[in-house]
């Protein structure tokens, strides 16, 4: 099954609403996809403790970990989990808290002009094929419905450089070599 936008929502994706969330600026549209990783404990996969997070229900006693992430109020608009299941957390008309300080073709604030999509697991791990599969089919869907100029990791646009590592050297970017209409990293695109 092929994947829709309607309205900033994608088709029969799991909607679980984050507050950490607001209005992009006037006329500002999707123009940038950027892929992170995440997994909640490090290296555990399952569960919703990524959900919680995302909706600010994380229990902090629940993991030692879990005590450096008391301040942060962060979302994606979507997640994708090791089985390939989506979630949706903001609609892709808002600005979702997933990219912090950064910059891509010299313009910063990319939470302004982007989609952010969460993979489930870690930087040095491969990820799942079905992984892959829903993202191909959720980046599809984006640029057949906003003006999608190209995709990058997290790594590629924070600022200062080399401040994050996600998706990292588990991603492999040969995987969405079917777009190459749009700029990928690695000169993939």
Known sequence: MEFRIDNGFLTGAAFNDSPNSDERPENEEPQLIVIHCISLPPGEFGGLDIH????????????????????????????????????????????????????????????????????????????DPRQYESLRKLCRALAACYPIEGMAGHSHIAQPSGRKKDPGQGFNWAELSDFRNLELPLGLG
């Open 52 to 127: 919680r997070l995302f909706t600010n229900q994380l229990d902090f006693n629940a993991d030692p970990f879990f005590s450096r992430l008391r301040e942060l109020k962060v979302s994606a608009h979507f997640l994708i989990d090791r089985l390939g299941e989506v979630t949706q957390f903001v609609s892709c008309l808002r600005r979702a808290w997933h990219a912090g300080s950064s910059e891509w073709k010299g313009r910063s604030n990319c939470n302004d002009y982007s989609i952010g999509i969460e993979l489930e697991g870690i930087d040095t791990e491969a990820f």
